[in-house]
């Protein structure tokens, strides 16, 4: 029974690591990327749409009704070639140490890039000239904001990211007698023209998902003592009186991201090309400050800057309409991960020197 169990597993093994499934992981590859590039050209899915369809997703409808896998449902496929091809075509002698590491360092590079998805956060700090910030916000993720006075005259913020939301579910309200409700959480909200900013909860309805995740807009359909009540995102918040005479105000903005430092836009500089109003080249002047004392960086478009797993990328800038305060765009990237692929990459050359050592049996 053993060997008939080891046969079949040796079998299933064998036919998992063909050197026929890692080609067809890689055509698909190179197909999902020339897909992906030519659907971001597209106005209505945009850049964020395709990477959200085609690069961050385990599987994706074509034409709407046949199931193909993403980069992601890939990824899986292909690690699991190799961990089998390792197994059944790699074998124990100091000959074969080389296609070890490289294949190790394969791993690396394809976990790097799965975790950088999964734990990585993409969000957007904008700042006007002499404005300061430690937080940034998402463009895609959605928070219901809870704010309540707080100590010298400032106001105290409990945050409920919208995805972990679910109906029937209390939300304590800090010193209000009574909590609220959670009656419907949409996605992506409908709502007719003449509902305006403050619909009924009747008149919110799930839309369909937008293409670029980003023109998603969600609402909240909240019950209290006083009746239901509509938050749409980024609209009016929502007073509720406290038992102290206060006012607690709910709004549904997009969510914010605590950072690790605290940033100032000194100045904002950009320069054009000769007889144009395109931009050459713009960059930011930052103080910088992470507990430390503050220090002044340049964020150029080639030129980002980085603490710790957090990297801040000169993105773009806007106009001010009344001639005032430049402001600048900064992108910034959470990746935990981010040093992995330098990592696989140091392995990998690693494990082709040793494969392709002078004197050593070649395979």
């Known amino acids: 029974m053993s060997g008939w169990r080891a046969s079949r597993a040796g079998r299933v093994l064998r036919a998992a690591g063909a050197p026929h499934v890692t080609i067809a992981c890689l055509l698909w590859f190179a197909v999902l990327t020339v897909w992906g590039t030519l659907v971001q050209a597209d106005p209505v899915h945009g850049l964020h749409g395709a990477v959200q369809r085609f690069f961050h997703s385990w599987f994706f409808l074509a034409g709407g009704a046949v199931p193909l896998p993403g980069v992601q449902g890939t990824s899986v496929v292909f690690l699991a070639n190799l961990f089998a091809s390792m197994l059944t075509r790699f074998g124990a002698s100091p000959r074969w140490l080389g296609l070890w590491i490289v294949h190790g360092g394969l791993v690396v590079l394809f976990l790097g890039g799965i975790l950088s998805r999964r734990f ?4 957007t700090l904008v700042l006007a000239e002499g404005e300061s910030a430690s937080m940034s916000v998402s463009e ?3 928070e219901l904001a809870v704010m309540t006075p707080g100590a010298a005259g400032g106001r105290d913020v409990r945050a409920h990211d919208l995805r972990a939301l679910r109906p029937g579910q209390s939300l304590a309200i800090p010193g209000a007698a009574e909590s609220v409700e959670v009656v419907r ?11 305006g900013e403050t619909p009924a909860p009747e008149q919110v309805t799930e839309a369909r998902p937008a293409g670029d995740p980003r023109r998603a807009r969600p609402a909240v359909v909240l019950r209290a003592a006083g009746g239901s009540s509509v938050l749409l995102g980024e609209g009016p918040a929502v007073g509720m009186g406290l ?5 607690a105000h709910l709004h549904v903005r997009r969510a914010r991201l605590p950072l690790p430092v605290t940033m100032r836009l000194l100045d904002f500089e950009r320069k054009f090309h000769p007889n144009s109003s395109i931009p050459r080249s713009f ?4 103080e910088v400050d992470a507990g ?35 402001v600048s765009v900064l992108a910034v990237s959470e990746n935990h991960a981010r040093l992995l692929p330098y990592a696989a990459t140091l392995i990998m050359f690693a494990g082709m020197v040793v494969h392709y050592l002078p004197g050593r049996r070649r395979t």
């Not at 990585?120 to 969000?123: D, F, L, N, V």
């Not at 960059?283 to 930052?286: A, I």
């Open 140 to 142: 895609t993720q959605w």
């Open 185 to 195: 959480v949409v996605r992506a909200a409908s709502v007719p023209p003449e509902a």
């Open 243 to 247: 038992g102290g005479g206060g006012e």
């Open 283 to 286: 960059s930011s002047r930052v």
């Open 120 to 123: 990585g956060r993409e969000t």
């Open 292 to 326: 430390g004392g503050p220090r002044e960086v340049t964020i150029s478009m080639n030129r980002p800057y980085r603490h710790g797993a957090f990297t801040f990328f000169q993105s773009s800038y806007m106009d001010n309409p009344h001639g005032g305060a430049e």
